[in-house]
């Protein structure tokens, strides 16, 4: 335009003018066509990729209601991870206000992978029904084994209604958020994040919540009185020996929530909406092939422990990051010493202690002499997938040189991906 009239200095308008310009017309195109570029949007997905989904819903006046959708590789994923799942709902990240529902679990490199997305209309049970039902129709009839949300009675009703049997847990990472709300103490948080995480027997565990209520002068807070109603759904002492692959912490909605606000924001129309969403998945997805790259193609640093040669084997089983959680159980080990032990017919049951300059806890560990199998008493294999401290300080007094194969699960394995294959509907 500058050279057609002999200038800039002749220009009637800036550059940032023009841009203002084009950003309003684009903005007014989107106000009138967006529900329709957005269904455009996944149609033309679809039609480059058969393993993109979307399913959306209309309401009385024929305008875009609901719209749940995933991309390539989600359900492949969702048969090799989704033992346990995450609902992470979030608000306020797009122009209509549209609550965003997010299905996330971490695979094999112990990171998060993200299942779905489904943007809602409401907060309402029955449309966080339909968008529940809606993913495990997609996932072929397979719903998850455990689930972890924020406490949101209607994901709670939904999650009731469409997986019956599942075990549910509540999210350490919103409580963290309501305690800063009740209970304005740092002192409480750390006694809390002890009964949330450390395992205690349920006698035990009864007898600390009901003295730190009572230190705080708590019996009569409301968020006191929901927290000993759900006890059931977020202490370790009940939970212990459920897989949830410690997508219990806090970390797993925090780097969603920063993946999030990253790519998107308040302003943004639905069909800018989704393909910035599109855009952060595509970086989920090469950060999995880098880690894939690592674990194949680099060498850790190894003998860092007392006992090199289940170390070295370890690393060769576990995907890089898993093998880094491996090892540091297998550090602690130094930490614990044998006891005693007693042998009734085939099965060794050896009773542990920590060294005096930790403390007097003790934890029992079971040999069985015949199949190999060693289980123990704090269940850290059951609930995490990955043997404890105890195990190994067992394996090295009994001179067991390789980790039994009932202690290595696949979704922490190398290959996880491999061994694995899509069930159909009849699969249980």
Request: a positive charge; one cysteine or more.
């Amino acid at each position: 335009m500058a050279k057609l009239v002999g200038g800039y200095g002749k220009l009637s308008f800036l550059l940032k003018d023009m841009y203002s310009r084009v950003a309003k017309n684009e903005s007014l195109h989107l106000k009138n066509a967006d529900a329709a570029r957005t269904i455009g949007y996944f149609q033309h997905k679809a039609d480059h990729d058969v393993d993109c989904f979307c399913r959306f819903s209309y309401d009385g006046n024929n305008r875009l209601f609901n719209v749940m959708w995933a991309y390539s590789k989600s359900q492949e994923y969702y048969h090799l991870f989704g033992h346990s799942v995450a609902f992470d709902c979030t608000y306020k990240t797009n122009a209509y206000g549209k609550p965003l529902l997010v299905w996330l679990r971490v695979n094999n490199h112990f990171r998060s992978t993200i299942f779905g997305f489904a943007l809602l209309s409401d907060k309402s049970s029955d449309t966080y029904t339909w968008a529940t039902k809606i993913f495990i129709d997609y996932m072929g009839g397979v719903t998850p084994k455990t689930v972890v949300t924020d406490g949101d009675q209607a994901i709670r009703h939904a999650i009731n209604v469409t997986m019956l049997e599942v075990v549910h847990r509540l999210c350490y990472w919103h409580i963290h958020k309501k305690v800063a709300i009740a209970v304005k103490d740092p002192e409480f948080l750390r006694k809390l994040n002890k009964l949330f995480f450390n395992y205690y027997s349920v006698d035990q565990f009864e007898t600390l919540w009901i003295d730190l209520i009572e230190e705080y002068g708590l019996q009569k807070n409301e968020w006191a009185k929901w927290m000993t109603n759900r006890k059931e759904q977020w202490a370790e002492a009940y939970l212990r020996g459920i897989f949830f692959a410690a997508v219990t912490t806090k970390r797993r909605c925090e780097g969603m929530h920063t993946l999030l606000k990253k790519r998107v924001n308040e302003k943004m129309k639905m069909y800018e909406f989704v393909r910035a969403i599109g855009v952060g998945m595509s970086l989920l997805r090469t950060r999995d092939a880098k880690d894939d790259y690592d674990t194949m193609n680099t060498m850790s640093l190894l003998q860092q422990t007392n006992m090199a040669h289940i170390e070295e084997e370890a690393e060769k089983l576990y995907a890089r990051n898993m093998f880094f959680r491996v090892r540091a159980q297998i550090e602690k080990e130094a930490r614990c010493m044998v006891d005693s032990s007693t042998k009734e017919d085939d099965m060794v049951v050896v009773r542990l202690t920590k060294t005096p300059l930790f403390d007097t806890v003790h934890r029992t560990v079971y040999l069985d002499l015949l199949t190999g199998y060693i289980g123990c008493e704090c269940e850290y294999f059951p609930t995490y997938g990955i043997p404890c401290r105890h195990i190994f300080c067992v394996m090295k007094k009994f001179k067991v040189t390789s980790i039994p194969k009932s202690l290595v699960i696949t979704q922490w394995k190398i290959h996880a991906r491999e061994v694995q294959e899509i069930p159909d509907e009849s699969s249980t």
